[in-house]
């Protein structure tokens, strides 16, 4: 649907004309994406309206300005690398973050980096590895840190060190949909980057939560995002050839696969990792993903796998990398290690330096995620997240296996085995994470809605078993048009209501889009909740009007 | 393969944007992390090899139709295959092997830049791609008294190629190169004015019955003339004697050098002495169809299967080419062979590095994008340190001449061959 | 009488039903207890004091003044208070004390999580979790009487910075009764199931984020009370250590002290590590006035305080080789761990550490009075701030000597509390005076130094919110979300 001339001429005066266009053949690029097949059925959502590359903060709030004056749905994407970026039923203007690159900012001492959207995390991990320090790795290293931090999720191979990716912004500047500029925290008042908090509440609570408004609550144009220690080299160094370059591990690494007998002893191993605080990462990635990490093509993968040694033998194992400021310390994390592999009967198994190489960068950058997703089968669904203490993790990694290999031996998945990604946070005393892989084939649509049919069995699952809320909170292909909130919501206390009023709020002309959101126009008109307080029952309350 | 033969490819891109950047791995800059010009350039997603994924498969759908813009899309882009290393470091996919066959189909679909349809109508006249006429071809070697193969046969031949055959400023490129394999006692000779196009950059182009037809001729012609070595100082020949002619079933039964490499045989067997110093601090420019471009091409005619429910795999099992075996070392060893010379290293190099901007089509119907690609690589050149960017091929030292033409670059811009030459 | 006032009666009987008459207080000595406290906000006397024993009388209390347009001030700590948050900023607001909501209705010992009602003091905490092996994350010295969920809520700094993630820990979720008089629990507590379902499945309510796109609980931590009444929180607590180790790092100035912290931050070493000066180093040690002069004389002015702990699987080992690395760190800028400073053990300061504070309130032991003047700022410009609040003292005719500053890295050394303390003896309206007029010019003249007022008491509030008029409306639209009818705490922050 194009837009109006007056619109579209609008546009172009707060951009240049070079830097927007509704040409379909660009447009094209903009409403395709890994994911879609699973929501729409096909690989292309509905085109936006147009495409419009911002290079400042002034622009972007003069395009969010005139989305207001005109009734445009907007939504700015960075990298774009997920559903979330790109897709709703309805067309919208699609917000090309691209020319917003610059890091403008690396504080050393007090370990923060000031960055633009466009700022990939390897981009960044490469320049703050030079002055010894690193930030989380979000979901692969071209993804945008910004994007990842304050408007999606957040996850990292590395969290259980780097922290929660969702918990690292700090100091914000965010063009809100209504086109006013909010700076959060001490940048509000002039004093700099270094906290996203206060004065008084933090409304980074409104920016984001378990997961971020995927887009739909306006722009974040500048984030300062906290950095932590980094022991290693200024620079990895490579061997090898592609596909397969090695990365030389540092000497103040470690790099350990360690299996153990049962996937309790698993679980017992990473609550004591993750309690002794000696990792840099300490994950559980299931044995396909392994396999897929280390090999050069999906034909050694098969040659890997064919004859169950490799799943066997990694059916309960953790990648455990340490790092370490000195030898002592390191000579303090070997021996905790050992200990903890000794209460769980743990053992390290030796792996060549290829492996190892994988397993580094995958916690460095999280280079190889592509690969031990994407290179399969060409695409994966990831939900039946959980995020709390261990002990339900464990039992969410039972649950989902089993239900999710009743459709891998029909053949419409991958049959990979028990896929579950399971880490810690953040020295442990805030739980882990465990969710779900399931790969399919996007060119195959019998495998495409089989796997949706998994997670939509498993978001189901989760929400009667108590495990969690699933989907991401909000910003999976199956929480498309916030499905998720209005089934879990009134399991939950009517959260979701709670967001709409901040929705509304914050965007009173509903132009930041909000597929992966929420939308106030969607009523909920469940009976409200039935939980009890831990003191006594407490009857449902109404919804919140 | 045509383009609907890779809509598997298309439909399972990610939009990782992998093939924007170099292999993560490799990423020691941010300045220098990207490897691909024409995202770089015009930012829409379309620019990339992912969006060209995209828009083949939108036009296989009839999602759209044809448009400067599209075209403009399709051809802003050299061709380099950076996006290809990029992505196959992680997935199974073939995004430059898909670009050529959307190129192929625009081709067929008679929806053409007219810059290329005017040099392609000229190719079909003069057998080159300069618009020069081809009885001016080989004027490079006048007063070299080297053997015309037209006439006289010789065991090697040295294919100069267009750029070079009709570039005036270059020539000597050319005919340095003729001098030294003549000094190392090369029985060497030329085609002159009958040498005709390798068919490599119109094949680049979309245009991919003249490869064949050039296959064909040069095929010929070095037969009749008892040649069983063919040396040219042009990677984007070299590229196609090498690799697109066996790629098409045409390949060639004589071996192939670049000069780079004939120059290294020649030091290795002695014929060849570097004496000379040359105290120069220099970086090689990779030209990148001498580098991943030049890989050997892989045949494999099979089908895609599943095992394990839905593991892709191939029967029988595709090799993929991903850059790893081109030509890398070869030019650095006979920098490195060269006294006094001092060889420091981009940030961009080897499989993945930066294109000099002329390929693909860009340097004739996008002169302003192929100078940017050219300026972004002489700044990486100039912040090595370098007093000098050294390359091996003519279109990339033309591009690098041409971009320092502005007055703000101040590296200097060398042919290997001429460096070679100061050695001995 | 008249209807307007017959009417309130009615309305106050109803109040007085909901939580029982032994819990309903409009007394006099009761009302100007409420009415004021350290800070120099305006008193203004409540018209009741309420004391809540369960979330339904709270509840029902909120629901009450939703309908009949009343003010509540919630309160949780006892006396003194000293932020001016917990007096009425408006006539005729009901005082919700929830002491009498002192329950520890859990600790998890694998999981290293409490839930904690709001009446639950740290000394009660500390000697609970003690018994499980585990401690909790202290700010400096708090008085006893502190509440600990109203302190995790205020974001006061904790001690050790390696375990601060972000500025919300180790506050975990909330169940809160929003102004709105709905109830809510933030983070994983939402749900789904009930928290006795949640626990039968193995979670503990340690999901800080959500649920959803929303993080509740940072919304109300800060608020200062004016979004809603908080009635139980979880807490991320530590485990006791078997080996506990503190050092001294004395220095005469503060510059030095500054590289040598943030190395320890960047090689995340040891537990509580904080600087103090002379004065407020003597004033967690030492019992009254006449002791603190003498002992703040033979101390350093600046003193870095540092704790190594090995708990869990090495203690011993890991112990030995942070200390190793410690006095490594130490040597490498010039500074010399001790034990023991004239007149002062490490270990006695590892102890108050440890612990809330003696009565009376450590603060209070000088004169009598205190002001505190704290912000955040990064730790390499506290050195900066403290030499203007020194300078400014001459000004107001301070002794330079009575400040007390405390410089505590936060968020792991990503940003940095600073806190100056200003004794005064109440008594005097000379010193009261002076001190009001020093803290009230100094925050400004801080301010636009790049001082930032996080937690913006009293006169900050004028200071953190005068320049950001964007904050004030995006605050305004949470508060019309989550307090509709305005009936909490209003008159503080922009409210």
Known sequence: ?545 | ?424 | MTDAALGEMASLQTLRHIVGPHRFFDDSQSLETYSRDYSFVHPIRPCCVVKPENVEEVQAIVKWANSTHTPLVPVSSGPPRFRGDTVAGVGGAVIVDLAAMKKIIRIDNRNRVAMIEPGVTFGQLVDELRKEGLAPFLPLVPRKSKSALASFLEREPITTPRHHWEAQDPLLCLEVIYGSGDLFRTGSAAGPGTIEEQWEVGRAQVRAMGPGQVDFVKLIQGAQGTLGIATWATIKCRRLPDVKKTFLVPSENLDRLIDFVYRLMWKKLGSDCLILNAHNLAGILAKDYEHIGVLRESLAPWVVVFSIEGAGLLPQQKAAYQEAEFIEVAQMFGLEPMTVVPRARAEDVSTALSEPSAEPYWKLRFKGGCQDLFFLTTLDRSSEFAGKVYNLAGAYRYPAADIGIYVQPTVQGTNCHCEFTFSYDPQSPVETDRVKRFVADSSKILSHMGAFFSRPYGCWADIAYGGSAETIIALKKVKDIFDPNHIMNPGKICF
């Open chain 2, 1 to 424: 393969m045509a383009l609907q033969d890779y809509k598997s490819d298309m439909v399972r891109c990610c939009r990782c944007s992998y093939c924007k950047w170099v292999p993560h791995m490799k990423m020691t800059n941010r300045r220098f992390a990207t490897v691909c010009p024409s995202i770089g350039r015009y930012n829409f997603h379309g620019w990339s090899a992912g969006g060209r994924m995209v828009a083949g498969l939108s036009l296989l759908r009839g999602r759209v139709d044809y448009s400067k813009r599209l075209l403009d899309m399709i051809y802003q882009c050299q061709m380099d295959g950076g996006c290809d290393v990029s992505c196959k470091n992680q997935r199974d996919l073939e995004p430059l092997e898909t670009m050529l066959a959307l190129r192929a189909r625009c081709v067929e679909d008679n929806q053409v830049v007219p810059t290329h349809a005017a040099i392609i109508d000229s190719l079909n006249k003069q057998d080159n791609m300069m618009d020069g006429s081809k009885t001016e071809r080989g004027k490079w070697a006048e007063g070299l008294e080297v053997k015309e193969l037209a006439k006289e046969r010789a065991e090697v031949v040295y294919h100069a190629g267009c750029r070079l055959s009709f570039d005036e400023g270059l020539w000597p490129a050319a005919q340095r190169a003729v001098m030294l394999l003549r000094s190392a006692g090369v029985d060497v000779g030329i085609m002159g004015k009958a040498e005709v196009c390798c068919g490599g950059r119109a094949y680049e182009w979309g245009y991919q019955k003249e490869l064949g037809e050039y296959a064909e001729r040069n095929a010929n012609a070095w037969d009749t003339a008892g040649v069983k070595t063919v040396v040219t100082s042009c990677a984007h020949c070299y590229q196609a004697f090498k690799v697109l002619y066996d790629k098409i079933g045409s390949k060639l039964n004589i071996k192939v050098y670049h000069i780079t490499e004939y120059l290294n045989l020649l030091i290795g067997e002695g014929r060849l002495k570097l004496t000379t110093k040359v105290p120069v601090t220099v970086t090689y420019h990779d030209p990148c169809h001498l580098a991943r471009l030049a890989e050997p091409w892989i045949h494999w005619d099979g089908v895609e299967k599943k095992v394990m429910g839905q593991l892709i795999v191939h029967d029988p099992p595709k090799e993929f080419r991903r850059g790893a075996n081109g030509i890398y070392d070869i030019p650095r060893d006979l920098l490195r062979r060269i006294p006094g010379l001092n060889l420091v290293e981009m940030c961009r190099i080897r499989e993945y590095g930066w294109c000099c901007g002329a390929g693909g089509g860009v340097k004739e119907a996008y002169p302003d994008f192929a100078i940017w690609t050219a300026h972004q690589r002489m700044d990486e050149a100039e912040a090595t340190g370098a007093e000098a960017v050294v390359t091996a091929c003519p279109w990339c030292e033309r591009n690098f001449l041409d971009a320092a033409r502005g007055g703000d670059v101040r590296i200097k811009v060398y042919d290997i061959v001429e460096l070679v030459q100061r050695a001995v």
């Open chain 1, 1 to 545: 649907m194009a837009l109006a001339r007056e619109a579209y001429r609008a546009l172009e005066d707060v951009v240049r004309p070079e830097y927007l266009t509704e040409e379909p053949a660009v447009l094209d690029g903009y409403c395709f994406v890994w994911g879609n097949d699973v929501i729409f059925g096909d690989n292309f959502a509905p085109r936006p309206h147009a495409v419009i590359l911002p290079g400042s903060t002034e622009e972007v709030q003069g395009i969010v300005k005139v989305c207001n004056r005109y009734g445009i749905e907007f939504k700015a994407h960075s990298t774009g690398f997920v559903s979330a970026a790109f897709s709703s039923r309805t067309g919208f203007l699609s917000i090309d973050l691209r020319r917003m690159n610059k890091i403008l900012e690396i504080d050393e001492r007090n370990m923060y980096a000031v960055v633009e959207p466009y700022v990939s995390s390897c981009e960044l991990i490469t320049e703050t590895i030079k002055r010894g320090l690193r930030s989380y790795n979000p979901a692969g290293p071209s993804t945008s840190i910004v994007a990842s931090a304050t408007s999606f999720c957040g996850l990292s191979s590395a969290q259980i060190s780097a922290g929660f990716g969702g918990r690292t912004p700090l100091s914000v500047e965010w063009v809100l949909p209504d086109g006013e500029i909010l700076r959060l925290g001490s940048l509000a008042t002039g004093a700099g980057w270094f906290t996203g908090d206060g004065p008084g509440p933090s409304l980074r609570g409104v920016m984001r939560g378990y997961s971020g408004p995927a887009g739909g609550l306006g722009v974040i144009t500048k984030a300062a995002i906290k950095l932590v220690p980094w022991y290693g080299p200024p620079q990895i160094e490579t061997t090898g050839k592609p596909p397969s370059y090695r990365a030389e591990i540092p000497a103040s690494f470690r790099v350990y696969t360690v299996v153990f007998p049962s996937r309790d002893q698993l679980f017992e191993a990473l609550y004591l990792t993750s309690e002794e605080a000696i990792s840099y990462a300490c994950s559980r990635r299931g044995p396909f993903t392994m396999a897929a990490g280390m090999t050069a093509s999906n034909k050694e993968v098969e040659e890997v796998w064919r004859g169950g040694y490799f799943q066997n033998k990694f059916a309960h194992s953790l990648s455990v990398v340490l790092d370490a400021s000195s030898p002592r310390e390191m000579e303090y994390r070997e021996a905790c290690l050992q200990e903890i592999l000794r209460r769980t009967e743990g053992e390290i198994f030796p792996e060549d330096s290829r492996a190892q190489s994988a397993r580094f960068v995958h916690a460095f950058t999280g280079q190889g995620g592509v690969k031990g997703t994407f290179r399969s089968t060409g695409a994966f669904i990831t939900g039946a997240n959980a995020d709390e203490a261990l002990k339900v993790l464990q039992k969410a990694n039972e649950l989902a296996y089993g239900l999710k290999d009743k459709f891998a031996k029909e053949g419409k998945i991958l049959d990979d085995a028990d896929s579950a990604w399971v880490t810690g946070y953040e020295d442990s005393a805030f739980g882990g994470h465990e969710e779900l892989v399931v790969r399919y084939d996007p060119a195959d649509p019998d495998s495409t809605r089989a796997a949706a049919e998994v997670m939509s069995l498993i978001d189901s699952l989760w929400l009667e078993k108590n495990i969690d809320i699933g989907a991401f909170a909000g910003c999976s292909h199956s929480s498309f048009e916030g499905s998720i909130h209005e089934i879990a919501g009134p399991k939950c206390l009517n959260y979701h209501i709670w967001m709409k009023k901040i929705k509304s709020a914050f965007d009173p002309n509903l132009v930041s889009e909000s597929s992966f959101y929420v939308n106030p126009d969607v009523n909920n008109t469940s009976s409200a909740n039935s939980q009890k307080s831990t003191q006594n029952d407490l009857d449902n309350k109404q919804p919140i009007t």
